[in-house]
């Protein structure tokens, strides 16, 4: 039975940034940031209202096809409820077309705002397996988006095609020795424009590479970060995105030589170091100020946090 909800309710829901990848771990492997938006929502009596502020404002669309407003209404539509209208706030800190999960951000941050709308109506809220699984629909795989929901690292993987892509995540234990450095350039590239790079089939010795480097990451990640410069090689997406985001390549190319482990984060062009030390090489430093890259170490992000009115965080 649809129930809808009376004008004036709110929720409000905060999501982390994430970087994907994280070398060989392509389209699977997820780490939340602590770089956040934050949503607030409220129902209306009719028509929709969008105000965007911070990253994005002035550039994205301010009505039902804003993504914020698609994952809501989407959210809505899976739990039975519907509203007259809303009122959708976004303040937005997650730099856009960077690498760092913005549009999986405002997916999940939408789907979290509608639990808090859910939670104060008759019907059962999104768990977060549902929260994934709605959100990878969106991007059409999970690595971001479990990461956004979850928080921390995350494994993730499409448990079957048939009828549908079902889709699935675990988190994934971080060592506590591991800082995170990522470097986020002015410039700007869309998932969409560097995955027409990608080759349709790669070899098989390149297959077996990747496999053997993504099983090893996880080792690393979690148990042995002394291994992270060779666990996150790679051959099947970063090679054939550098000619796209040179200077991304670059500092990558510099912070390995210098015995740190970085990749491109997703898509890229922002980069991110792992490493064990206090700080990056000074050479890498220089090469990231004189090429417009803002670096800056980040924790571990937590996972989605939404509430209901004047309720307590949920998540």
């Not at 090689?233 to 985001?245: K, N």
């Not at 000074?282 to 980040?298: C, K, R, T, V």
Request: aromatic content about 4%.
């Amino acid at each position: 039975m649809t129930h809808t909800l009376s004008p004036g309710l709110t929720a409000r829901a905060t999501v982390p940034a994430s970087s994907a990848n994280l070398g060989p771990g392509f389209d699977s492997l997820g780490l939340a940031l602590s770089l956040y938006d934050e949503i607030e929502v409220e129902t209306a009596e009719s028509g929709i209202t969008v105000e965007v502020s911070g990253e994005g404002e002035g550039q994205v669309p301010l009505d039902s096809s804003h993504l914020v407003v698609r994952a809501i209404e989407h959210g809505l539509l899976s739990a039975d409820v519907k509203v007259p209208g809303l009122i959708v706030k976004c303040r937005n800190r997650i730099p856009h077309s960077r690498g760092l999960g913005s549009s999986a951000a405002a997916v999940v941050g939408g789907l979290a705002a509608a639990n808090g709308l859910i939670a104060q109506s008759d019907s059962r809220t999104l768990t977060k397996d549902e929260l994934i699984q709605l959100s990878s629909e969106f991007e059409g795989h999970p690595d971001n988006a479990s990461a956004a929901v979850l928080g921390g690292a995350v494994v993730s993987w499409t448990e079957s095609e048939v009828p549908l892509p079902r889709y699935a995540a675990a988190p994934l234990r971080l060592h506590p020795d591991i800082r995170l450095f990522p470097a986020i350039p002015q410039v700007r590239s869309s998932t969409a424009e560097t995955r027409v790079l990608l080759p349709d089939a790669v070899s098989h010795v390149d297959a077996r590479f990747n496999l053997s480097r993504a099983a090893l990451l996880v080792v690393a990640l979690a148990e042995r970060p002394d291994l992270l410069l060779e666990a996150t090689e790679d051959r099947l997406h970063q090679p054939q995105r550098a000619p796209a985001m040179p200077a991304s390549a670059e500092y990558i190319g510099i912070l390995r030589r210098c015995g740190v482990a970085a990749v491109l984060s997703g898509a890229g062009p922002a980069v991110i170091a792992l490493s064990t030390r206090s700080e990056l090489p000074a050479e890498a430093l220089e090469f990231g100020a004189a090429n417009g890259f803002a670096i800056e170490e980040m924790a571990v992000g937590c996972g989605v946090r939404w509430t209901a009115g004047d309720s307590a965080v949920s998540g």
